[in-house]
């Protein structure tokens, strides 16, 4: 496609359980990027994939949080024993080289109950 | 990554120009001056970077003062549609493999009919 694709667009989950997001990126893309977004905040990094390798995972909050790409373009972004304190937007996006612009995704909503 | 400092909020009228500042006095030689907005509900969309050197494109200016301690995103005539939170971000070279932007609160800029 044209853009990154994030699936779900929302999703409500009780607490407890487990969830995954799913990123499409743009075709050829080798850099993928996973943020969150609380309300009222601006993007809080979390993890970076340079091919099928996370080359930075700083920004996960907690072994909770784990995600993937297995062959360098689909990535999923997996929480496991979701707490109310998890609901927040989801975003991804990719970059074709290091260093250029990123193009976001519309984001996942996750409302933890 | 150096710390931004934007304002909160700004206004402007349609159809002029929008100026928002942004000051990254602890910037180092090799971080360059990233651009993103994010529209309500949107994921952020890249607008513009640089290094020393003002850039345009079809978007937006950037103007990087001599001493690089900070800059100026201009949008020439402003629309409605540019009403949006426009983050400024300092990023290292990807030569150092520094991928991750580190988003602030950004500036909330109104366009007013």
């Known amino acids: 496609g044209a853009g990154v694709s994030q699936t779900p667009s929302n999703k409500v989950t009780e607490k407890g359980k487990y969830v995954e997001l799913r990123c499409d990126p743009i075709?050829?893309?080798?850099?993928l990027y996973w943020y969150r977004q609380s309300l009222g905040q601006g993007p809080e990094f979390l993890i970076y994939f340079q091919g099928t390798g996370a080359a930075d995972d700083s920004g996960l909050p907690n072994d909770r949080f784990f995600a993937v790409r297995p062959e360098g373009s689909v990535s999923t972004l997996k929480i496991q024993r979701t707490e109310r304190g998890d609901s927040a937007v989801y975003l991804c996006?990719?970059?074709?080289?290091?260093?250029?612009?990123?193009?976001f995704g519309s984001g996942t909503r996750l409302t933890v109950v | 990554d150096a710390k931004t400092t934007q304002p909160p909020s700004m206004d402007c009228a349609e159809g002029r120009a929008a100026n928002l500042p942004c000051n990254h006095s602890?910037?180092?030689?090799?971080?360059?001056v990233y651009w993103y907005r994010q529209i309500h509900s949107q994921g952020p969309q890249y607008i513009i970077h640089g290094l020393k050197n003002n850039e345009t494109n079809e978007m937006a200016s950037l103007i990087i003062t001599e001493d690089r301690k900070s800059s100026t995103l201009i949008l020439p005539h402003a629309t409605l549609r540019d009403t949006a939170v426009y983050y400024c971000i300092v990023r290292g070279s990807s030569n150092f493999g520094n991928e991750k932007l580190t988003f602030g609160t950004g500036t909330r800029l109104t366009i007013i009919p």
């Open positions: 075709s050829g893309h080798t850099a």
């Open positions: 996006a990719s970059s074709f080289r290091q260093g250029d612009g990123y193009t």
């Open positions: 602890t910037i180092s030689g090799n971080e360059y």
